[in-house]
């Protein structure tokens, strides 16, 4: 059978396709309740009606995200039955474990919670409703732990023995599969990242809206919020994505010298900064290197050896038997390299949009007007001239595009990276899938999930400009007048519920 349409071929597409689509939700999900959370915050403690409108125009876009994640996640599950139920035979003990933790805890904060945050707005004190949307908040990020921690077992499986009686992997310390160090660092680099595509989300529509110079006061806000958090969540992926990477050089250094098309091991071991290289035969065409950078990222120390795809290759065979443990070196190449190079781009954005408008905008008191103000982008003591703002506000806006780009990457880089093995160095992909799904089936579930979300992209996307347009609401009298009590004020007990949007 041609490997390209072999029945694991297919189901590892569309593994791919499905979780790529349903990760791009994850992050903005996860990042837009915690800044929705803040606004909020901020209006219960000062009043500002322009802290109110922003959460409410941030807290629509987010509802919208994330009833498409939740929808798009389903799938995933099913995936497991569906295509991978060897694998799910086998580990199905313990990757079962987080994942019923996620549905039990996380996923009940998020939807009881969610639920009372959205018709509660004139049924709530609002403290008590401020507190809603902390607890949406929190419910997310619970969510990413578990299913961080479960996909941190398949990258370095601890806390199990082998039933050599019943062929699988059973549980035997829970505790350790949530707090292994892959889990926390992959953890606090995935939920940063998560706040870099927030912040980049915000900046980009803030930008939108400022260009055409239309809800000045809630979008300058908003641009302010967004650009801090590109910082501080661009400075925390940069610390926590060296963490990380010092623990895979440890439990997969296979993964980390593909990722550097370091084929022979070396000390000092160079940074590539470019390669080209010929796979089979196992070498570097063309590299352009930083002499004892990679020997420095991986221990901490200018002049140590960095074993090589070569030398890993070779170790895994003596351990593991004959065969090829390579994975596919030009996609972790450069699906490393899109990675840190879009969000380090992200972080750029925002460092230099915080300083063309730092200091109130550097606009002289004289000359202000207000709160209607638009934003005077500078660059020292004279204004960018209106062709360099404009195009800055451009980058502003394509610039939500590109943690996504890199979250991806990132994504496929640490999946791919792992290959043969579908849990490292205990269970290989190739038997992980379902033996009696025919490539007939494969195929035609691959096509109609493509399909159905190509649908659900155009809804996702409409849906989002339509609502990005109309820009933040006008408040009623209710929004600023909320209820001191639960219930509401009203005395009459047959008032229909009232949804805030």
């Not at 995936?79 to 039990?104: K, T």
């Not at 939108?208 to 910082?231: D, N, W, Y």
């Not at 001239?385 to 780009?405: E, H, K």
């Amino acid at each position: 059978m041609d490997v390209a349409l072999a029945p694991e071929t297919l189901a590892r597409w569309q593994f791919g396709i499905t979780t790529v689509y349903h990760f791009l939700f994850v992050p903005l999900t996860i990042s837009l309740a915690a800044l929705t959370a803040g606004l909020q915050t901020a209006w219960v403690r000062s009043g500002k009606e322009k802290y109110l409108r922003a959460t409410k125009f941030w807290g629509k876009l987010f509802l919208i995200n994330i009833a498409m994640g939740v929808v798009t996640g389903i799938v995933q599950e099913f995936q497991f039955g569906m295509n991978w139920s060897d694998y799910s035979r086998f580990v199905g003990d313990i990757f079962g474990a987080p994942l019923a933790f996620e549905a039990l805890i996380a996923f009940f904060f998020e939807s009881t919670f969610i639920g009372l945050w959205i018709f509660g707005w004139d049924k709530l004190p609002k403290k008590i409703h401020l507190a809603c949307i902390w607890m949406v908040s929190i419910g997310t990020i619970l969510s990413a732990y578990f299913i961080l921690a479960a996909n941190s077992w398949m990258q370095h499986p601890v806390g199990y023995r082998i039933n050599e009686e019943r062929g699988r992997a059973e549980l035997t310390d829970f505790w350790l599969v949530l707090t292994q160090n892959t889990a926390l660092t992959q953890f606090f680099h995935t939920i940063t990242a998560a706040f870099l595509v927030g912040g980049a989300f915000m900046v980009g529509i803030s930008a939108f809206h400022l260009a055409r110079k239309k809800h000045i006061p809630v979008m300058r806000t908003s641009l302010r919020l967004g650009l801090v958090t590109l910082i501080i969540a661009g400075m925390g992926t940069a610390i926590s994505g060296d963490l990380l990477g010092k623990v895979m050089f440890k439990q997969q250094p296979m993964k980390m010298a593909a990722a550097e098309a370091l084929w022979d091991g070396e000390a000092p071991a160079p940074f590539s900064v470019f390669a080209y290289g010929d796979v089979e035969k196992g070498h570097n065409k063309v590299a352009i290197e930083i002499p004892g950078l990679l020997s420095f990222l991986a221990n901490d120390d200018f002049t140590s050896f960095v074993p090589g795809i070569n030398d890993v290759n070779k170790a895994e065979q003596e351990k593991f038997g004959p065969g090829d443990y390579r994975p596919n070196i030009p996609v972790a190449y450069w699906g490393f390299r899109w990675m840190i190079g879009f969000g380090m781009a992200s972080l750029g954005v925002g460092v230099l949009g915080l300083w063309l408008t730092r200091k109130k905008f550097m606009l002289p008191p004289g000359l202000r007007t207000g709160e209607d103000e638009v934003p005077h982008l500078v660059l020292f003591k004279k204004a960018l001239s209106p062709r360099f703002a404009t195009w800055y506000w451009i980058v502003a806006l394509w610039t939500m595009g590109f943690p996504l780009i890199a979250n991806s990457w990132g994504w496929i880089f640490t999946e791919m990276g792992r290959q043969p093995w579908v849990v490292y160095g205990v269970l290989r992909t190739r038997d992980a899938v379902s033996p009696h799904v025919s490539q007939g089936e494969v195929l035609t579930s691959m096509i109609g999930f493509t399909l159905l979300y190509a649908v659900l992209a155009v809804i996702e996307v409409r849906l989002m400009v339509k609502y990005v347009k109309l820009g933040p609401p006008e408040l009623t009298e209710a929004d600023l007048n909320p209820p001191t009590k639960i219930g509401g004020d009203d005395t009459n007990p047959d008032r229909p519920m009232a949804f805030s949007y």
